[in-house]
């Protein structure tokens, strides 16, 4: 069982940065695929990106530009998930979640244990 709390998310400009950071504690770090899923007002969950035990990683949105990175820091137990670019669409709480699997999966039914979630907002 791990226990995963996100941080990073705010106000920020379109066409802004954000790095948001996934804290991992409870369990071996090391045995997860973590993954990063986004909710906005009245639309339902979907997968953002996802990194393997193993560090191969999995983009679900707009994956062909760019604009979202993940990566993971085994020594910190921390997975972080740049964003660049930022348009106001990518609005959202943004949660990550564990699996303790070596795959991804774009599902959230997939995975284990949920963060509370970090509330990103793009706007002027």
């Known amino acids: 069982q791990l226990q995963l709390v996100e941080s990073g998310g705010g106000l920020v400009q379109p066409g802004g940065s954000l790095r948001l950071s996934c804290a991992a504690s409870g369990s071996s770090f090391n045995i997860y695929s973590i993954g990063w899923f986004r909710q906005a007002p009245g639309k339902e969950r979907e997968g953002v990106s996802c990194?393997?035990?193993?560090?191969?990683?999995?983009n679900y949105v707009e994956p062909m530009k760019g604009r979202f990175t993940i990566s993971r820091d085994n020594a910190k137990n921390t997975v972080y998930l740049q964003m660049n670019s930022l348009k106001p669409e990518d609005t959202a709480v943004y949660y990550c979640a564990a699996r303790s699997r070596w795959t991804c999966d774009s599902e959230g039914a997939a995975f284990d244990s949920w963060g509370q979630g970090t509330q990103v907002i793009v706007s002027s």
């Open positions: 990194i393997t035990v193993s560090g191969s990683r999995m």
